[in-house]
Nanobody, 119 residues
């Protein structure tokens, strides 16, 4: 079994910062891509940022220059540093992992962590 455990969400004022963490555990053979998605009320889930096994990063246009994704391979953990947060960043943030467990490659999701930015 594979689990993704997220931490670091909360309430912050506009202009503030938060750091999200997501640790993958279980029978992991290979982490291919890890990332963060978010879903605001009444909206579709959208990609925020992702990082590949080789370290290539991809960001949504709305967060470029403000958010930074990084990973610790030894800990199977991905981080999302969020700076200059705005009310539009308010959403549930979900960790996502494209990984191989045993012989099976599939997508896993964390339960989500709430990020609320007050104006």
């Amino acid at each position: 079994q594979v689990q993704l455990v997220e931490s670091g969400g909360g309430l912050v004022q506009a202009g503030g910062s938060l750091r999200l963490s997501c640790a993958a555990s279980g029978n992991i053979f290979r982490l291919n891509v890890m990332g963060w998605y978010r879903q605001a009320p009444g909206k579709q889930r959208e990609l925020v940022a992702e990082i590949t096994r080789g370290g290539t990063r991809n960001y949504a246009d709305s967060v470029k220059g403000r958010f930074s994704i990084s990973k610790d391979n030894a800990k199977n953990t991905v981080y999302l540093q969020m700076n200059s947060l705005q009310p539009d960043d308010t959403a549930v943030y979900y960790c996502n992992a494209d990984l191989t467990s045993g012989l099976t490659r599939r997508i896993y999701w964390g339960p989500g962590t709430q990020v609320t930015v007050s104006s």
